[in-house]
């Protein structure tokens, strides 16, 4: 018989997913779409904005999970992960990729939302990539359960460096700082090991 989980356990109902998700700022969206913008690097047959629909919608039919005292962004961007690899697999599972388009060498840049054409040559093999996907998951992590050191870490996975990663993560200076640092305490041993290799 399964034992009914203590209060602070219990998924958040529709109704407080919701009044979150509804209390997010215009930057909290506006982060939200560039995580969805990451989440959907790759994809061919989902755009940022149907990941993040996607997302949302899984979320508020209450198909994910949402603990209790996670922040909304945290959330999205794992749940956004989460169905990003479902699509991902669904695309790697199918006989054809229909979306891919051979790359001549003479074509101009692809429109945006479009994605970009498949070179014949794959410069990285599957070593690399599956190199690639261990080392940010075990960076996410190292990170795990610090809120704001996740978000300092998406701000960075981003591109955002400085003032404009402090703005991303909607922290203020001293927090920023705070979580910064905590980040760079945790990569560190994780930094040595990679240099004995």
Same mark, same amino acid.
């Not at 790759?42 to 904005?49: A, S």
């Not at 990003?84 to 003479?106: C, H, L, W």
């Given at each position: 018989? $399964?034992?009914?989980?203590?209060? /602070?356990?219990e998924?958040?109902?529709?109704a407080? =997913? &919701?009044a979150?998700?509804?209390?997010?700022?215009?930057?909290?969206?506006? %982060?939200?779409?560039?995580?969805?913008?990451?989440?959907?690097?790759g994809?061919?047959?989902?755009?940022?904005?149907?990941?993040?629909?996607?997302?949302?919608? /899984?979320?508020?039919? &209450?198909? %994910?999970?949402?603990r209790?005292?996670?922040?909304?962004?945290?959330?999205?961007?794992?749940a956004?992960?989460?169905?990003?690899? #479902?699509?991902?697999?669904?695309?790697? #599972?199918?006989?054809?990729?229909?979306?891919?388009?051979?790359?001549?060498? !003479? !074509?101009?840049?692809? !429109?945006?939302?479009?994605?970009?054409?498949?070179?014949?040559?794959?410069?990285?093999?599957?070593?690399?990539?599956? $190199?690639?996907?261990?080392?940010?998951?075990?960076? &996410?992590?190292?990170?795990?359960?610090?809120?704001?050191?996740?978000?300092?870490?998406?701000?960075?996975?981003?591109?955002?460096?400085?003032? !404009?990663? %402090?703005q991303?993560?909607?922290?203020?200076?001293?927090?920023?700082?705070?979580a910064?640092?905590?980040?760079? =305490?945790?990569?560190?041993?994780?930094?040595?090991? %990679?240099?004995?290799?």
């Amino acid at each position: 018989m $399964e034992q009914p989980k203590p209060p /602070d356990e219990e998924p958040l109902s529709k109704a407080e =997913r &919701e009044a979150l998700l509804g209390a997010m700022s215009p930057g909290d969206w506006a %982060r939200a779409e560039s995580l969805a913008r990451v989440a959907a690097y790759g994809l061919t047959d989902m755009t940022p904005e149907d990941l993040l629909q996607e997302t949302l919608v /899984d979320l508020l039919g &209450e198909d %994910r999970t949402w603990r209790r005292g996670v922040h909304p962004l945290v959330t999205l961007k794992v749940a956004m992960h989460s169905v990003a690899s #479902n699509a991902q697999k669904r695309v790697e #599972n199918a006989p054809i990729d229909q979306y891919a388009v051979v790359s001549t060498g !003479e !074509e101009e840049a692809p !429109e945006e939302g479009r994605p970009a054409p498949v070179h014949a040559v794959q410069r990285l093999g599957p070593q690399d990539t599956v $190199e690639g996907r261990q080392q940010l998951a075990a960076i &996410e992590q190292l990170v795990k359960g610090d809120d704001q050191a996740e978000l300092v870490l998406m701000a960075w996975a981003m591109g955002y460096s400085g003032a !404009e990663a %402090r703005q991303e993560t909607g922290l203020d200076a001293k927090q920023f700082d705070a979580a910064r640092q905590r980040l760079l =305490r945790k990569l560190k041993p994780a930094a040595a090991a %990679r240099k004995l290799k």
